[in-house]
């Protein structure tokens, strides 16, 4: 869900997923919000871009039935399976925790695809029933 218009107007995409019970140590992919759990493989959720744009800012709320341990893990836009842009870091140790990740920049030609990657820490408690809304600011 989202809107990407034409080059240097601006829109967003919202990303994300329903509440699951994460593993440890594991790349998930992120993409278009979905009525399950986040992807492990990239084909299933990498997002074209129409128009050549910058990723600027990220937004992302998680919530958690149970919190985890306060471990952080990364996260990352992933380009074309291929390029790899750090984002910042996030915890799942509070039932809901809002993080924000301005400026970051992250250009995309026409016809490229990216996804969200985040990959889980190795936690002493694992969150239960965790969701991520993850919202993109696109120009």
Known sequence: ?????????????????????????????IGPYIDGSPDTV??????PAPVKCTIKNISLVVTTGTSGSNETSPLEIVVNDSIFHAVGNIKHDAPVAVFSFLNVNIPLAAGDYFYLGWTSPNWGTNPLHMCQKITLNIV
């Open 42 to 47: 990239s084909d299933h959720v990498r997002i």
């Open 1 to 29: 869900m989202g809107y990407i218009g034409p080059a240097n107007t601006g829109g967003y995409m919202i990303l994300g997923h329903h509440a699951f019970n994460p593993l440890d140590t594991t790349v998930y992919c």
